[in-house]
Every structure is written in C-alpha cells, then in structure tokens.
C-alpha cells in the first residue's frame, strides 16, 4: 500500500505541475503589403503585391475595373492587379483589404480620369539602376509639376532583405527638378538583390528598378598540396559565385594537368625523379581575384610541414585541463630546428613550459645560444621559498640548420628531471638537497597574457617572460605525457616523428603541421582534450621532409 500511495502522489504532482505550466504566448496576427498603393493613368495597366503575413490571408474588395489574380495565399505571395482603362472623366478609386487573423493591410489603387489633364512627372533618371555592392548613395531624379515636398515614394524589395535601402531627403533641383536620396547598404552576401522604388506625384507615379551587384566569391579548399615523386592525383574544390579560370604556369604544365567536372577540380601529377614545385592560380573572369594553390612534389617524410615561431607566440586555449593540472609526473618533447643562434634582442629562446615552474628553452646569461637548458622550480619543504634548477651542459649544444627531438622527462615521486637530445640521456637534475623538492606544475594554469600588478604564469610554445625570447626557427611534434617516458619509449621505432593520437598517457599532442602556407593561425591538439593553440600572428607554414627521404 506504501509503494501504491507513493506513486499515485507523484503522478498527482505531475498533473498538477503540467496543469500549472504558463501556456506558450500567442503569436500575434500580422499582414503588410507592398507597395500599398497605386495611381494609374486613365489607361489603366498592372501592378503586382506582394504580401507578408504570419499565417494565410485572404483579399476582400469588388470592383468591375480592377481584377486581383487571386484572393487568398500565404505569405511571400504576390498578387497581380489588372486594372482596366477609364473611358470617363471622373478618377476611380478602389480600396482592397488583405485579412490575417485580426490584422489588416489596405492596398489602394487611383485610376485617373480619360480627359484630366496629365500632369508633368517625367523620369529623367535611368528606370534600372545598378549599383555596386559597397555602402552609398544614390540620386533619383523627376521633372515634375508636382512640389518636391509632396512627392511621396514606396520600396519593395525582392526577397527577404528589406533594410538595405532606404530614402534620405527630397530637395529641389534646377526648374521643376525633384531630387530624391536613397541610402544604400553595403551588400556582404553572395548574391545580387533588387527593389523597386515606386514614386508619386498627385495621379502620377513612376518606377525605378534597383540592382545592387554580390559580394563577388573564390574560394578554394586547400591552399597547399603535396605530391610524392611517383606521381599521383589530388582534388581542388572551389566555391565560386564568379566565373574564373585556372592557370597553371607553362612551363609546369608538361608534369601537372587538370580536368573540371562542376566546381570540382582533378589535378594528375606525373612521376618525378627530384623535388619540384608550382602555384596554380584560380583567377575570377575580371581578374580581381586569384586564390593560389603552391603544388610541391616532393619525397614522401612523415613530416611535410612546420610551423616558424620566429617573432611570434602560441598558447593553448584550455577547454580540457582535467589531465594538466598539478602534474608530478610528466613528459614533455618536441622538434626543434633554429635557422640560427645570434639573435640580439635576447640570448634565450624558449621552445615550451612556463616561466619560473619548468620550460625548455636554449641559451642564457654565459649559456651559449644554442646550449638546451631545462629550467625546474624547486620549493623548500618546510616553507613556501622557491629557486630555480637548471639541466644543461655542453653536450647539449645543437646546430642550426638541423633537426633535433628534445624530451624532458618530470618526477616529483623521483625527485629528478631528464633531458634527452636525438634519444640519448644527456643530463639529469635533482634538488638542491633533501631540505627541497619538486612541487609539480600546473601546466594547466588557464592561459592569460601574463600582464598587469600580479603575474600569473601560464603555458607558452615560443614565449617566456619577454616577447625577444620567441623561437628562432620552426617547431613540430610538440607533445606533453602524464608520466614519465621511458628510454625505450622515447626511442621507440619513429618516435620522433609520430606517435597515436590515443597513446596512453598523452594528453597534449600539438604536431604543427595541419596549416598551410597562409592560412590558419589555429594549432590543432590531436587528443580528446582538444586543447587547440592560438598564435599572435598568423603563422609562418613551411614545407619541410622530416627525416630527410632516402631517394633511391
């Protein structure tokens, strides 16, 4: 009986809670037309309306001179009214009302008399007008016996844009001239719009159709592409709202040829013996535009592109910080090449870490440029005093111009730090002494600019304390583990190289080489974390074969 009573109360505050929920509020009725008037000579004509409405609308009036094409729709329908002409002296006047629900709209049309004399309103601009896309305005001129100040004017527009033209002022130009003013809007979408502007002076009216030309678009969806040496194909896809052309060079055009099929572009590449490269350009009809594609066909590596860091900065944006926060136990590593070691602005050149907690970085005051230092923050066990330890040593010296791995391993259980160069353990830091440890990192701390009264330290690729400390060259693999790698992980079968994205322990995998040539400025994180980097600049994509191929 218990369980029964149970149930039937929750049912019964159910019903009460759904009986008691506001009920949704009513959509209130609304209908306009436009234009919402017409004047007509006695010869009569057409003129369509078109009708916007928040449901179906229906259209009374009789009248035996004019003639709806239909008197119900829905909304965005148009209707077409024929008026017939006035054989008689008097001016016909109809009134028609289009109904939605509770709201109406009148639309009314003027038929003037056969022998009323016409009045003077005479359009002297041209009755189509085309305008480009960019913000302006236009002038409308009228000869006209009719005062400026009682010329009236209606716009409707085709489609569903209606703000981007709108009437300014009218002012008197020379003799009986009226000058009206519209301003127009800058058109940023991918098509053409038009609207009618209708003017009315007494019984007479004229018309002038406006055309405001696209936002003109060439776009393609790949900027970079690359071919191995036995030949192969690749897809260029574009999107284009313009026609354009394709051109590739002359002289390339005995090894990469193409065929079009819709906006899809096939490119054949044929086998090569040594490295070569183009740039195909997409070029609109009026030669405006041009998207280049570079084309290189090269020998296949495991890595094709880098990125420079040279005067610039990344740092992760975290949305997943779960697995970097107060780590003790971690890895990080990367590859690293330097153009070279006489920079002026500042003798270090940070590649990872945070400042002041542990970073990788080369060069120091009496450190050679290119001497690897791996900087760890020890804390005193029994305060809060904290000091710098630092691993380095000659043989740790690299050479620019050439490719290195750098891996630095973290243990705070071990009390130690190693740094490997090319897979071999080089140096090793440990405390001070047993009155301190290793803390750990938050390598996580969320990102800021590092700027203001208090200074909060954070994670950088490139960057450490001072913008003059940037990378002098390109980084790539650049990875962060929650343990600690092994010496036979580290050295594991193309390591340095690649490694899976699902790797156990990874938890940050930025490998710097999913942009291309003046692109993006987004480094993407290939674990589940996806902790995307950002730059300052946009970043600097180069073409590179790391390790270098074996070309038979």
């Not at 970073?359 to 000091?387: A, E, F, H, L």
């Not at 701390?445 to 450490?464: L, Q």
Request: proline content about 5%; glycine content about 6%.
């Amino acid at each position: 009986m218990k369980k029964t009573f149970l149930l039937a109360a929750v049912a019964l505050f159910a019903a009460y809670g759904c009986e008691n929920d506001p009920p949704a509020p009513p959509v209130k009725d609304d209908i306009s037309v436009s234009p919402q008037s017409k004047a007509f000579d006695s010869a009569g004509g057409e003129v369509s309306v078109m009708v916007s409405s928040t449901g179906d609308w229906t259209l009374s009036g009789n009248y035996d001179w004019v003639t709806p094409s239909v008197k119900s729709g829905k909304s965005e329908d148009t209707v077409k009214f024929t008026v017939s002409a006035n054989d008689g002296e008097g001016e016909k006047k109809a009134t028609f009302t289009f109904t939605c629900g509770d709201a109406t709209a009148p639309f009314t049309v003027t038929l003037a008399g056969k022998n009323v004399p016409q009045i003077k309103f005479d359009l002297l601009t041209d009755e189509n007008m085309e305008v480009p896309n960019t913000k302006g305005q236009i002038e409308i001129q009228v000869d006209s016996e009719v005062s400026y100040r009682e010329i009236t004017n209606e716009i409707a527009f085709d489609g569903e844009d209606t703000d981007w033209l709108t009437y300014v002022t009218a002012i008197a130009g020379d003799g009986d001239i009226a000058k009206l003013y519209f301003d127009v809007k800058a058109n940023e979408s991918f098509v053409d719009r038009s609207a009618t502007i209708t003017i009315t002076g007494d019984t007479a009216s004229v018309e002038v159709n406006v055309k405001q030309k696209q936002t003109d678009k060439l776009n393609v969806d790949q900027t970079a592409v690359f071919i191995f040496l036995d030949g192969d194909t690749f897809d260029v896809n574009v999107d284009a709202n313009v026609p354009y052309d394709v051109v590739i060079p002359d002289e390339d055009q005995a090894w990469l040829s193409q065929v079009q099929d819709g906006s899809k572009h096939t490119f054949t590449a044929a086998a090569g013996t040594e490295q070569r490269s183009t740039t195909v350009n997409f070029v609109s009809e009026d030669g405006a535009i041009t998207k280049p594609v570079m084309v290189t066909q090269k020998p296949n590596a495991l890595i094709n592109m880098a990125a420079s860091l040279v005067s610039n900065r990344a740092w992760p944006v975290w949305t997943n910080d779960g697995q970097l926060r107060n780590m003790t136990e971690f890895t990080m590593e990367c590859l690293v090449y330097a153009n070279s070691f006489n920079k002026t602005q500042s003798p270090l050149n940070v590649i990872m870490g945070i400042e002041g907690q542990f970073q990788i970085r080369t060069g120091d005051v009496g450190v050679p440029q290119g001497q690897i230092q791996v900087c760890v923050n020890q804390k005193y066990k029994s305060g809060t005093t904290t000091s710098e330890r630092k691993a380095t040593g000659a043989n740790l010296t690299l050479t620019a111009g050439k490719w290195y791995h750098i891996a630095a391993t973290y243990s705070k259980t071990n009390s130690l730090v190693e740094v490997y160069l090319d897979g071999v353990k080089l140096q090793t830091v440990a405390p001070q002494s047993s009155s301190y440890e290793f803390p750990g990192v938050d390598v996580g701390t969320p990102h800021n600019d590092e700027s203001g009264m208090t200074i909060t330290r954070c994670f950088w690729a490139g960057y450490g304390y001072e913008a003059s400390r940037y990378w002098p060259g390109m980084v790539s693999e650049m990875r962060i583990w929650n343990k600690v790698l092994t010496n036979e992980e580290i050295n594991a079968a193309n390591h340095f190289y690649t490694v899976p994205a699902d790797s156990e322990g990874l938890v940050a995998y930025w490998k710097f080489d999913d942009g291309q040539p003046g692109t993006t400025d987004v480094i993407k994180d290939y674990t589940a974390n996806a902790n995307h980097m950002s730059c300052d600049k946009a970043i600097d994509w180069k073409v590179v074969s790391v390790p270098t191929p074996v070309v038979p």
